[in-house]
């Protein structure tokens, strides 16, 4: 009989002990858990900031793009207006050349002269 008491009393222990073991292990565990959602909390933030970065950016790059391509159209349009006024006078030179120059006919070409 002591000696089935003294097996029980072993187990006791030996569960106790485990138990112990087992609750330790859960704490460390739940401090464990505790610190990565601390960690996925501020990696969450550090996210979300540069994705108002990454928007902020994409929003200013859209405004450089827009101004380039008004003054894209804008040089456009002075340079067709240039364009238009060097036709003309080109034409008025080819008009006064025809009248009394030599040159007609060769205008832009390079004249080789003695």
Request: proline share 1%; aromatic share 0%; charged share 45%.
């Amino acid at each position: 009989m002591e000696e089935h008491l003294a097996g029980i009393e072993r187990l006791v222990d030996e569960l106790t002990a485990r138990m112990r073991a087992l609750k330790e292990e859960n704490r460390s565990l739940k401090e464990e858990l505790e610190t990565h959602r601390e960690l996925l909390q501020e990696n969450e933030e550090a996210m979300e900031a540069v994705r108002d970065e990454h928007q902020r950016l994409l929003r200013e790059r859209d405004s450089v793009i827009e101004g380039l391509r008004k003054e894209q159209e804008e040089t456009a349009e002075r340079l067709k207006s240039l364009l238009g006024k060097l036709k003309n006078l080109a034409g008025s030179e080819e008009g006064k050349n025809s009248i009394g120059g030599d040159d007609t006919g060769r205008q832009g070409e390079l004249i080789d002269r003695p």
